[in-house]
């Protein structure tokens, strides 16, 4: 698989049930981004995560990231119409000098109201 | 969160013609990046910059492509010759000081080459 593979790559629910997406990374990272996407409009920073960091939460969002794995998830508990969205996981290198963002292919999220 | 902004937000062009791409920077942000997402695609790296000098690029960004940021004002790609699988969003992206922090990108530019 790529590096920043998200799984899976379409999910529908219920308005307000919980939603989780997963990541999955190749190399090793310096911290990991989450962010959201409205159709055709720009990235939205939802969260970061280092790579010391197992668990972090931000308001309804809660990611946790696995290095030993290699992956991340993104939790967001009692979904909104709203947060109908694409969500894309990042990874920046964990070299000094490659802190680019490599982008999974993305989780398109429908909330069925 | 802090804002960036770019301009324009869309941009029609014929194929051979130069586009300039911009972006506003944060007043304390150091680091610049562009990446492009074509349509239905991931979201690609092209080049990240740093204290007026390119630090990365990727495979993409090839001679037709240059970035500059003049006199420490936008923060602009230029595209010299466009090509039909040129037509993308073009994000720009910035950070602060730390490689810890978050990239915060504008809202893009949607390019259409024909």
């Known amino acids: 698989s790529q590096q920043g593979e998200e799984d899976p790559q379409a999910l529908s629910i219920q308005e307000g049930e919980n939603a989780t997406m997963n990541c999955s990374y190749k190399?090793?990272?310096?911290?990991l981004q989450w962010y959201r996407q409205n159709s055709g409009r720009g990235l939205v920073h939802l969260i970061l995560i280092r790579s010391n960091e197992r668990e972090k939460h931000s308001g309804r969002l809660r990611v946790t990231l696995d290095t030993s794995k290699k992956s991340s998830s993104l939790l967001i508990t009692a979904s909104r119409a709203a947060d109908t969205a694409s969500y894309f996981c990042?990874?920046?290198?964990?070299?000094?000098?490659?802190?680019?963002?490599?982008f999974g292919t993305g989780t398109r999220l429908t909330i069925i109201p | 969160e802090p804002e960036v902004t770019q301009t324009p937000s869309h941009q029609v062009t014929q194929m051979g013609q130069e586009v300039i791409l911009r972006c506003v920077p944060i007043?304390?942000?150091?680091?610049f990046y562009w990446y492009r997402q074509i349509l239905g695609q991931k979201v690609e790296f092209l080049v990240s910059f740093y204290n007026n000098e390119i630090s990365e690029k990727s495979e993409i960004f090839d001679d037709q492509f240059s970035v500059e940021r003049p006199d420490g004002s936008n923060f602009t790609l230029k595209i010299r010759s466009t090509k039909l699988e040129d037509s993308a969003m073009y994000f720009c992206?910035?950070?602060?000081?730390?490689?810890?922090?978050?990239?915060?990108f504008g809202p893009g530019t949607r390019l259409l080459v024909l």
């Open positions: 992206a910035e950070r602060g000081t730390s490689v810890q922090e978050t990239q915060y």
């Open positions: 190399t090793s990272i310096n911290n």
């Open positions: 007043s304390n942000h150091l680091y």
């Open positions: 990042a990874t920046a290198g964990a070299n000094f000098g490659n802190e680019k963002l490599t």
